[in-house]
């Protein structure tokens, strides 16, 4: 075959029509199509053979860099190995193992992992681990849930009915019942251009109480937030909020879960959200950086306290009724326990704080350009929100989107607002490259 003759067959694009696309708008994308079709360390490809650097690791997940190949070794070996095992009353060693290796790097006493395939699924098992726990306890009137506002936690029913974004709500129906929300913590006003935590708003914390008195604590199950909010915006928790919330939750027998989704596996230049701001939660649910992305899988981690409530009962009796058939696949047990192993190894939630600064100053010197109202960061997550476009939402961002893609690289867009997570291996030299393209981008507007 010539060179011509395959690079005709790698840019030949399939039917695009039969894909009905996640969180996308289809008939736009598929009349624009940008399709990726090999990715390796910081980098895309398109078929064409275009290298785009990714500001966003795949979307917040691919932690230790694309096709890292320790990761996908592991991978290859277990594929000849072991396909399947079934996954109830029946076990293999790879999940047991990346259960161990787990706990090693959650807070203390977070000392059991419940496996899922994905963040929408280990958010519903939290939520019901919640109900259950309370039931086994006798306070089975314990049944509602406080979310936040601008919250997301996936899109199942119990995801989406805690969560606090208005389209991902509004088609749905009445959802989850008995579910209330907190204030969520942006506001410009008081803490625009904050470097790390702002340090205006831990008093919106104290609106649980009040929720939580309205409805009676003994109703109340569980709270559920992101240490730090990430599909409505990056919006950081205000210095004191989380451990305010801990302490109301405390205080009323309520569960206090920590949706670690994106904030898990380095992101905040600690091992999870809890580490880095010091506040424990009952239950953390955790997916993406599990397996930086290669293979789904999902984790809840939960409390001795939790888990030992549950073991009652005649000993072989079932005790959480829950479960599903592709929970600890052997193939992402592989890609979990290769990819905790290469954090470690490679100390990346380390060096994700060590480029804290850089990636802060880099952020924040898009200050003063054209249309940006706000820049906020931590760790290797970081956010710049534009002024939208009279009359079109979102258009201004994805404009920036756009022309980022056409100069070489991948940020992602939520709202008017520029997200930026891109994998704990990125250097000096590739944060410069992504501030100067949306620079560029900012100026062309
Ligand atoms: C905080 C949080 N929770 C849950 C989810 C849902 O995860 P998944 O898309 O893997 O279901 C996400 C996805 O971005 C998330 O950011």
Redesign the pocket.
């Known amino acids: 075959m010539t060179d011509n003759t395959a690079r005709k067959i790698e840019t030949a694009l399939p039917d695009l029509e039969a894909y009905w696309m996640p969180y996308t708008g289809n008939r736009y994308f598929k009349e624009n199509p940008r399709l990726i079709s090999r990715a390796e360390g910081m980098h895309c490809y398109t078929p064409d053979g275009r290298e785009l650097l990714d500001a966003v690791a795949g ?2 997940c691919c932690s230790a860099g694309h096709c890292h190949p320790k990761i996908v070794e592991a991978i290859k070996q277990q594929a000849e190995t072991l396909d399947y095992a079934m996954a109830f009353q029946l076990g293999h060693p790879g999940i047991f193992e990346l259960a161990n290796k787990l706990i090693e790097i959650a807070p203390d006493g977070l000392d059991y992992a419940f496996f899922t395939n ?6 519903d098992t939290s939520l019901k681990m919640a109900l259950a726990y309370h039931r086994i306890r006798g306070d089975a009137g314990r049944t509602r849930f406080i979310g936040r506002e601008r919250g ?4 199942g029913f119990g ?1 989406v009915s805690v969560g606090g974004i208005s389209p991902n709500r509004k088609m749905f129906g009445a959802m989850l019942p008995g579910v209330d929300h907190l204030p969520h913590t942006h506001n410009l006003e008081h803490n625009a251009f904050s470097r790390g935590l702002p340090k205006w708003g831990a008093h919106l914390a104290d609106e649980l109480e009040n929720i939580i008195m309205l409805h009676d604590p003994s109703n109340v199950a569980a709270v559920i937030v ?1 240490p730090i909010a ?2 409505a915006g990056v919006l950081m928790p205000p210095e004191g909020y989380l451990k305010r919330l801990r302490e109301i939750c405390d205080k009323h027998g309520v569960l206090l879960i920590f ?1 670690e ?2 904030c898990g596996f380095g992101r905040t230049g600690d091992s999870f959200g809890a580490s880095r701001f010091n506040v424990t939660p009952d239950l953390m ?1 955790t ?2 950086g599990l397996t930086s992305g290669t293979v ?1 899988m ?1 984790a809840v981690l939960a409390s001795n306290e939790i888990y030992n409530t549950f073991m009652t009962g005649p000993e072989s009796a079932i005790e959480f009724a829950h479960g599903y058939t592709y929970s600890g696949h052997p193939l992402a047990a592989a890609a979990g326990c290769a990819t905790l192993d290469v954090y470690q190894e490679e100390g990346l939630f380390e060096r994700a704080r060590s480029m804290e600064d850089v990636f802060a100053d880099g952020l924040h010197s898009l200050k003063g350009e054209p249309n940006v109202i706000d820049v906020r960061n931590l760790g290797l997550i970081g956010a710049v929100e534009l002024e939208p476009i009279e009359g079109q939402p979102t258009e201004r961002a994805m404009s920036v989107f756009r022309e980022c893609f056409d100069a070489g690289v991948i940020v992602r867009t939520t709202g008017d607002i520029l997200a930026f997570s891109p994998p704990l291996i990125i250097d000096e030299k590739q944060i410069e490259i992504i501030v100067e393209a949306v620079r560029a981008a900012l100026r062309k507007q």
């Open positions: 979307l917040w994905s963040g929408s699924e280990s958010v997301y936690h996936g899109c995801g992101e990430g599909s949706d989704v994106i649910t997916a993406k789904p999902g």
